[in-house]
T-cell receptor, first 115, second 111 residues
Framework: GAGVSQSPRYKVAKRGQDVALRCDPISGHVSLFWYQQALGQGPEFLTYFQNEAQLDKSGLPSDRFFAERPEGSVSTLKIQRTQQEDSAVYLC?????????????FGSGTRLTVV | RKEVEQDPGPFNVPEGATVAFNCTYSNSASQSFFWYRQDCRKEPKLLMSVYSSGNEDGRFTAQLNRASQYISLLIRDSKLSDSATYLCVVNRGTNAGKSTFGDGTTLTVKP
């Protein structure tokens, strides 16, 4: 596609509900990243894929967070038993090079509100 | 202490002014550096990479001082459309992939 596509744009979840956030990266982009951005702060790294391999998941805040990219293209970030502190914008980014020095293209994000 | 630190501002400047933002990073192993721009309720967008020799893109100039672990962004002849949050980004340049973002500096350019 022309850009990184994320869905849904907005999600309101009741505390304890499971959610799934989707990211469709730019076609052919090898690297895919998930970031979490709280209001007034910069994006915080969650996890990184190179093709289908999850090379770094050190930023996932708890075992309630799980990400996958089974075919090396579309990725899903799943949050189980959502808590209020999970409320944030979840940003997906992709990059065309294996070397992350080239910078990212971000999607528009999913704004998650847990009530 | 955060790995990437920026002055949050806000910077309020008149049109036509020159404004400079600074950023410091703590990890001396960092190899790649960027400035991103983020408009309100939008995603960050890559503004420019930062090279050791310094680089310029129109009204924007970025500088890197590896010895002091310091990055700067200079905007000349500010436009109303430059109003945004500017994020400093550092990457270790390995296959780890992770980039670390500062919390951003907010700029408002006024008529």
């Amino acid at each position: 596609g022309a850009g990184v596509s994320q869905s849904p744009r907005y999600k309101v979840a009741k505390r304890g509900q499971d959610v799934a956030l989707r990211c469709d990266p730019i076609s052919g982009h090898v690297s895919l990243f998930w970031y979490q951005q709280a209001l007034g702060q910069g994006p915080e790294f969650l996890t990184y894929f190179q093709n289908e391999a999850q090379l770094d998941k050190s930023g996932l805040p708890s075992d309630r967070f799980f990400a996958e990219r089974p075919e090396g293209s579309v990725s899903t970030l799943k949050i189980q038993r959502t808590q209020q502190e999970d409320s944030a914008v979840y940003l997906c980014a992709s990059s065309s090079a294996r070397d992350p020095n080239y910078g990212y293209t971000f999607g528009s994000g999913t704004r998650l509100t847990v009530v | 202490r955060k790995e990437v630190e920026q002055d949050p501002g806000p910077f309020n400047v008149p049109e036509g002014a020159t404004v400079a933002f600074n950023c410091t990073y703590s990890n001396s192993a960092s190899q790649s550096f960027f400035w991103y721009r983020q408009d309100c309720r939008k995603e960050p967008k890559l503004l420019m990479s930062v090279y050791s020799s310094g680089n310029e893109d129109g009204r924007f100039t970025a500088q890197l001082n590896r010895a002091s672990q310091y990055i700067s962004l200079l905007i000349r002849d500010s436009k109303l459309s430059d109003s945004a949050t500017y994020l400093c980004v550092v990457n270790r340049g390995t296959n780890a992939g992770k980039s670390t973002f500062g919390d951003g500096t907010t700029l408002t350019v006024k008529p």
